[in-house]
């Protein structure tokens, strides 16, 4: 005890100012806000803008597959970028694939869930030696489909990483045919979750519907990303009894939904229209008088997030098309047995570190951003890793930039399958796998951005127009899809680093520091 306060009492203490800091912590912190105004100022050469661009899709399929009748509507809502670019991100949710026991109670692709899965792969280009989309194992449950792709896109270097899966049921003891299915996806720094879910069906039952949006989200819960861990373990100033004790907390310790930074929750909501004049004839009167605002002010969702029952927080682009349910199959027009509602929806929701704007508030010196990988890891995706043999390529060339890729794939794919007059059927088990293998990302040779430059996503900002329905007479429901845009930029690491050596002020800051005892 006593050679510890001879110790204390004989150390080269700091000087502390009045804000309490050291002169170091001082000089620290002026340092910072140098670097930023250097960044600013020479932001031209270390900043390139940037932005992720992610599509939601959801259908209520009632059964039905796409045959040669309903083949190219079905199209029209898959090309749904509103956009010269191809999305990012596709997260397209289908509900009612398939109702038999089975496909309720089991967690597996059902005959019909394949059909659709191959149907909307084909059209992407899966298959083909070089895809231009990436995908996720196909998520099934109780109906439901939600796929995931994600657009191979070289010059952001951007692989989906710590890719997980989570699924709720609701209704009696778990085997109704209602619930949520849900994917993770840590990109370039940023994670996304998508939840497809169907709620509580019929009138007179939005209480209900609340609860199963609580338990859906109560239920969601991911196991945690391994690159925290990683990151912890790599660190040379973390002792072994912290690093065991950070271990332990993250493998005990789930991830909700609200830890991510982007979330989409869609789906077939059920939510319908509330009030005693809400009837089916007062609906269909109103609608032919094109008084769709009108009927939106006794939409239940829209209350029910305005005062939190349910989905609060969440947000919803304006609604400018009409009721998505119920028509009568094969037609236009809506059914006289229930009152036409809005059912399908999309709602996003923005977590903290996607709510700030990156002008002039973090360079990569401020902010922890992981490096993209330029692999996959095999065991903490769930990706096929099925070889591919096709050598075609659908490519787009520079002067064909004012047409996305996907939409000059729909008129390459109804061309391939003009021949077809049936109803697609499920591929034999010998048909080999679309999915991308981990070996041809592996081989993506390098682009510019290097990978050694680090990506910074903040806002989320939904397209405006971009949220719609489709003519889709498949079933009883019509689809529904919505863009948003991640905005971000890229530090160039190299510009930056001679950005600073060029600086005077910088090192002789630098130097001040470097002179103050430790």
Partial sequence: MVLRWLVDKFRPKQRVSNSGKTKKEELTTELRKTLNNVIDDNENCCTTGVSLRVVVGTY?????????????????????????????????????????????????????????????????????????????????????????????????????????HTIVRTGIQGFANKGGVAVRIQLCGRTFVFVNSHLEAHENRKDIRDDNYASILRGLSFPPMKDSVDAISASSEIDSETLRLCRRHSTSQLSDIESCDYAFWFGDLNYRLQGNS??????????????????????????????????????????????????????NSYSTKRTPAWTDRILYWTGKRGRFNTKSTSTPLTVSVLPPRTHLDPGGSFFDNSPQTQTSYFSCSNDEAATSCVRKRKSSYINAQSGEQNA?????????????????????????????????????????????????????HRPVSAAFCVKGVIYNTQAVANAIAADTKVKDMVEGILRIPS
């Fill in 424 to 476: 697609i059927s499920a591929p034999s088990s010998t048909t080999p796998s679309r999915r991308v293998s981990v070996t041809s990302i592996n081989n993506t040779p390098p682009h510019t951005p290097v990978a050694e430059d680090q990506f910074l996503f903040s806002h989320l900002v939904p397209v405006e127009n971009s949220y719609r329905s489709y003519q889709v007479m498949l079933s009883d």
């Fill in 278 to 331: 809400m009837n089916t004839h007062s609906v269909r009167t109103r609608l032919q008088r094109k008084q769709t605002q009108e009927l939106l002010r006794y939409d239940e969702l829209s209350h029910a997030t305005a005062c939190g029952q349910a989905f609060s927080g969440w947000k919803e682009m304006d609604i400018n098309f009409p009721p998505t349910y119920k028509f009568i199959e094969g037609t």
């Fill in 60 to 164: 209520n399929v009632g059964e039905k597959l796409p045959d040669s009748e309903t083949r190219e509507e079905v199209l029209d809502w898959l090309t749904a970028t509103n956009s010269e670019e191809d999305p990012d991100i596709i997260a397209l949710g289908l509900q009612e694939v398939d109702m038999s026991p089975a496909s309720v109670l089991l967690e597996t692709l059902s005959p019909k869930g394949t059909v659709w899965t191959q149907f909307i792969e084909s059209f992407l280009g899966f298959g083909l030696e070089d895809p231009p989309y990436i995908a996720a194992q196909p998520v099934a449950v109780a109906g439901l489909l939600l796929l995931i792709f994600v657009r191979n896109r070289p010059e952001l270097q951007h692989t989906p990483q710590d890719i997980s």
